[in-house]
């Protein structure tokens, strides 16, 4: 069975899916190795106790690795937001914003300035809150 393969991990989400709908076990959140190999069988894939156990153990590492580097970006986030709020007030002004953009090199008309904090600002009093430093950070 190929971990990467992304059959191989619809069939293993659908397994757990159906695991924890069955009203006669605890949902917990996570599958053992004996309770993933009979819901693996029941898909019709058949995967022995230490395959099973491998599946269970990298889907664990996996999980961690993951909430490290949630707690990681808002650490950093943190950070890079406090560059910019450097009078500790929990806010970015413009005046502020562009203080901290110049030290960097960065250098943008005051128009441009302007129009990124109103970009980021979602209650409109001109000031940019962590909360809306992260969204337009982590904007797609």
């Given at each position: ?7 191989t991990k619809e069939v293993?989400?659908e397994a757990f ?124």
């Amino acid at each position: 069975m190929d971990l990467a393969d992304d059959k191989t991990k619809e069939v293993i989400w659908e397994a757990f899916q159906r695991h924890q709908k069955c009203e006669d076990q605890a949902t917990k959140g996570y599958l053992t190795s004996n309770e993933l190999q009979l819901a693996l069988s029941d898909l019709g894939t058949k995967v022995d106790e230490d395959d099973a156990q491998i599946l269970v153990e990298a889907s664990q590492d996996l999980v961690n690795q993951k909430s490290h580097l949630r707690k990681v970006s808002a650490v950093r986030m943190k950070e890079a937001f406090n560059e910019f709020d450097s009078n500790e007030s929990g806010q970015i002004e413009t005046s502020r914003a562009e203080k901290a953009l110049n030290k960097l090199g960065i250098n943008f008309p005051a128009e441009i300035m302007d129009k990124m904090v109103q970009q980021a600002d979602q209650d409109g009093d001109g000031k940019i809150t962590f909360q809306e430093f992260e969204g337009l950070m982590t904007e797609s």
